[in-house]
Structure formats: structure tokens, C-alpha cells
């Protein structure tokens, strides 16, 4: 598969440095975070854990944000649900899906290898991470999900209602 770029260069996916498709999908942790077998070679595979770089996308588990210190919202929860069915059907639906591992950041701070997500239909490239934003489902790193679409989770319920003194 090859596209031209805006530069006016000739592409393809599979030569690209670092660039692999994927072969299977396994579980779908959230909505950037997937395990999946990518093909290396024609006949060589690789299981990997990846996480999708460049985005945020909401959280389902996670107790406290150990960047700002608040914790996740029942609302924010509710979205990273959202954000796991429409990651799960991009990445199980139509076209050939790609990873690339950026090669100077390959790996977060839990291990998992971090990626560039795509899928390709004819000569249509689509950005994972992209649909998710359109969708108000993920934030461009590194700006957290949860500070631009739950600002108000922390707040008193009083507060929130107009209530109060």
C-alpha cells in the first residue's frame, strides 16, 4: 500500500523504518491502550503490548491522576468506555491497521511500546488518535483528557448544583 504525502513523495507503509501491521488483535485494554501481534517480517510475528502516542484518552481504572492528583469521575469513566468501543471498532474493522514505534520514545513508563495507530482503506490513511479527538474521546498529549472535558469533578456537589452559601 503507498499514498503520496503533501510533500509529493511516494510512501509506502511497509517500508517505513519501525512501521508494522498488524497482524491480529488481542485484548483491548481502553481507548490507547491495545494487545495485538504485529508482523515483523513476511513470516515473523511479535506480541506487544502498545500504547497509542501522542493522545489521552479517558480513563476506566485509574484511582488518582498522578499528575494533577484528582480522581476519576464516574462521567470520565463512562467516556473511556465510549472511548474503548470506538478505539475496539477501528482497530477490529475494515482496511489493513498499522503501528509505528517512534524509535527515539519507544516505551512508556510501564513498558508498553509507544505508537502511531493507522488504518488504511484503498488509498485512505486514518489516524486512530485523530477519530478519537473528533470525537471529543481523547486529547493531543500532553494535555490530559480529564482537564479539558471533566473540569468539575472534583468540585462539591453544592457547587455544582448552585446550592449553598
Same mark, same amino acid.
Given at each position: 500500500?503507498?499514498?503520496?504525502?503533501?510533500?509529493?513523495?511516494?510512501?509506502?507503509?511497509?517500508?517505513?523504518?519501525?512501521?508494522?501491521?498488524?497482524?491480529?488483535?488481542?485484548?483491548?485494554?481502553?481507548?490507547?491502550?491495545?494487545? &495485538?501481534?504485529?508482523?515483523?517480517?513476511?513470516?515473523?510475528?511479535?506480541?506487544?503490548?502498545?500504547?497509542?502516542?501522542?493522545?489521552?484518552?479517558?480513563?476506566?481504572?485509574?484511582?488518582?491522576?498522578?499528575?494533577?492528583?484528582?480522581?476519576?469521575?464516574?462521567?470520565?469513566?463512562?467516556?473511556?468506555?465510549?472511548?474503548?468501543?470506538?478505539?475496539?471498532?477501528?482497530?477490529?474493522?475494515?482496511?489493513?491497521? &498499522?503501528?509505528?514505534?517512534?524509535?527515539?520514545?519507544?516505551?512508556?513508563?510501564?513498558?508498553?511500546?509507544?505508537?502511531?495507530?493507522?488504518?488504511?482503506?484503498?488509498?485512505?490513511?486514518?489516524?486512530?488518535?485523530?477519530?478519537?479527538?473528533?470525537?471529543?474521546?481523547?486529547?493531543?498529549?500532553?494535555?490530559?483528557?480529564?482537564?479539558?472535558?471533566?473540569?468539575?469533578?472534583?468540585?462539591?456537589?453544592?457547587?455544582?448544583?448552585?446550592?449553598?452559601?
Amino acid at each position: 500500500m503507498s499514498r503520496v504525502t503533501a510533500s509529493g513523495h511516494t510512501v509506502s507503509a511497509v517500508t517505513l523504518p519501525f512501521t508494522y501491521q498488524v497482524a491480529s488483535v488481542g485484548r483491548t485494554r481502553d481507548g490507547d491502550t491495545y494487545e &495485538w501481534t504485529v508482523r515483523i517480517a513476511h513470516d515473523l510475528l511479535r506480541e506487544t503490548v502498545a500504547r497509542m502516542y501522542g493522545y489521552d484518552t479517558p480513563e476506566t481504572s485509574r484511582g488518582k491522576c498522578g499528575a494533577c492528583g484528582l480522581y476519576t469521575s464516574a462521567g470520565e469513566k463512562q467516556r473511556a468506555t465510549m472511548a474503548l468501543a470506538l478505539a475496539r471498532e477501528f482497530i477490529t474493522g475494515p482496511g489493513d491497521l &498499522w503501528c509505528r514505534v517512534d524509535p527515539d520514545d519507544p516505551e512508556d513508563s510501564f513498558g508498553r511500546e509507544l505508537v502511531q495507530v493507522w488504518h488504511e482503506i484503498g488509498d485512505v490513511a486514518t489516524s486512530l488518535g485523530q477519530v478519537l479527538v473528533d470525537a471529543h474521546l481523547a486529547t493531543v498529549w500532553p494535555i490530559r483528557w480529564h482537564h479539558v472535558y471533566d473540569p468539575f469533578r472534583n468540585l462539591p456537589l453544592l457547587a455544582l448544583s448552585g446550592a449553598g452559601g
